[in-house]
């Protein structure tokens, strides 16, 4: 049953499908009434947004990127964020066979996680990302439109691959800022684009040694682009200088930050792209840090 959501995106309708004894049952459950109290202080709640994020986690490289001459090692960022995961997650009885995806967005990475880990959880502080994540892993699929010029739009499918166990994965609305110890601790954590637009960004670092357990893998990925919207200047990680003139940068403050705890694995850069219009797209280059828990 295809889904399409409005403008408003009050109500969204989730229908699913199952097979007891050869009867087709059909079962409707009303995800969200009135969501406008807890939409309003959170900018990440946009039918645009949403849109923008369905196509950089589920675009193809042809829906995405039109055209031969964009540099296309910067698509299917989501997927290879957990692929950097995977590579490094250590199979031991020790270690957690748990992930968490923390700003998990619409949750391509959390879902990719599954290929590797039991127990996969994706937290992300907007509520229409997580009720598309929950959709998804409902249904496997869901049909949105993106803008190609003005008014112009063309409309896709999001699919979650099919080899993926999406029993496994669950969602939740949630502030990275204020995780629940309840959460307990994992192999895996993955905070992709994050720490930038945290409004308490070290409370968020302060959490990760009781998150990862001994052995474990955590891994930031950031843009380090520090704006007040977001975050008041004096939480900033980086992107100042101190008292003594010296500049301060987000990786330093990383170091500084997670050395006690973690150790550092290797530091890569990760571009990616954000399709705004057929025509138009954020380039932009991710420094991901890798850090295994001491």
Same mark, same amino acid.
């Given at each position: 049953?295809?889904?399409?959501?409005?403008?408003?995106?009050?109500?969204?309708?989730?229908?699913?499908?199952?097979?007891?004894?050869?009867?087709?049952?059909?079962?409707?459950?009303?995800l969200l009434q009135q969501r406008k109290a807890k939409r309003r202080d959170n900018v990440y709640e946009s039918d645009k947004l949403l849109s923008e994020y369905l196509?950089?986690?589920?675009?193809?490289?042809?829906?995405?990127?039109?055209?031969?001459?964009?540099?296309?090692?910067?698509?299917?960022?989501?997927?290879?964020?957990?692929?950097?995961?995977?590579?490094?997650?250590?199979?031991?009885?020790?270690?957690?066979?748990?992930?968490? %995806? *923390?700003?998990?967005? !619409?949750?391509?990475?959390?879902?990719?996680?599954?290929?590797? +880990?039991? #127990?996969?959880? =994706?937290?992300?502080?907007?509520?229409?990302?997580?009720?598309?994540?929950?959709?998804?892993?409902?249904?496997?699929?869901?049909?949105?439109?993106?803008?190609?010029?003005?008014?112009?739009?063309?409309?896709?499918?999001?699919?979650?691959?099919? %080899? *993926?166990?999406?029993? !496994?994965?669950?969602?939740?609305?949630?502030?990275?800022?204020? +995780?629940? #110890?309840?959460? =307990?601790?994992?192999?895996?954590?993955?905070?992709?684009?994050?720490?930038?637009?945290?409004?308490?960004?070290?409370?968020?670092?302060?959490?990760?040694?009781?998150?990862?357990?001994?052995?474990?893998?955590?891994?930031?990925?950031?843009?380090?682009?520090?704006?007040?919207?977001?975050?008041?200047?004096?939480?900033?990680?980086?992107?100042?200088?101190?008292?003594?003139?010296?500049?301060?940068?987000?990786?330093?403050?990383?170091?500084?930050?997670?050395?006690?705890?973690?150790?550092?694995?290797?530091?890569?850069?990760?571009?990616?792209?954000?399709?705004?219009?057929?025509?138009?797209?954020?380039?932009?280059?991710?420094?991901?840090?890798?850090?295994?828990?001491?």
């Open positions: 049953m295809p889904f399409w959501f409005g403008l408003d995106h009050r109500t969204i309708i989730l229908s699913t499908y199952a097979l007891t004894a050869g009867v087709a049952v059909y079962s409707t459950f009303r196509v950089f986690h589920y675009g193809s490289p042809e829906q995405f990127l039109k055209y031969d001459l964009g540099p296309k090692s910067s698509l299917e960022f989501p997927k290879r964020c957990a692929e950097l995961c995977i590579k490094h997650y250590r199979t031991d009885p020790k270690i957690p066979s748990r992930a968490l %995806d *923390i700003g998990c967005a !619409v949750g391509r990475s959390t879902f990719e996680l599954s290929r590797k +880990l039991d #127990e996969i959880i =994706g937290i992300d502080y907007s509520y229409s990302f997580v009720e598309t994540c929950d959709y998804l892993k409902v249904t496997g699929e869901m049909h949105y439109s993106v803008t190609d010029e003005g008014d112009l739009r063309s409309q896709l499918t999001a699919r979650v691959h099919p %080899d *993926i166990n999406r029993d !496994v994965v669950t969602f939740q609305q949630g502030d990275a800022c204020n +995780l629940p #110890e309840s959460l =307990g601790q994992f192999g895996v954590v993955l905070a992709a684009n994050l720490i930038c637009r945290l409004h308490d960004p070290l409370a968020f670092l302060n959490s990760l040694p009781r998150l990862v357990a001994s052995g474990g893998i955590l891994i930031i990925t950031a843009p380090y682009t520090w704006q007040e919207e977001y975050c008041d200047k004096n939480k900033w990680l980086g992107g100042y200088k101190n008292r003594n003139g010296e500049a301060v940068t987000g990786f330093s403050t990383l170091k500084k930050i997670l050395s006690p705890t973690f150790d550092l694995v290797e530091d890569l850069d990760m571009p990616f792209f954000i399709r705004e219009t057929a025509r138009k797209n954020q380039w932009t280059v991710a420094h991901a840090t890798v850090w295994r828990r001491k």
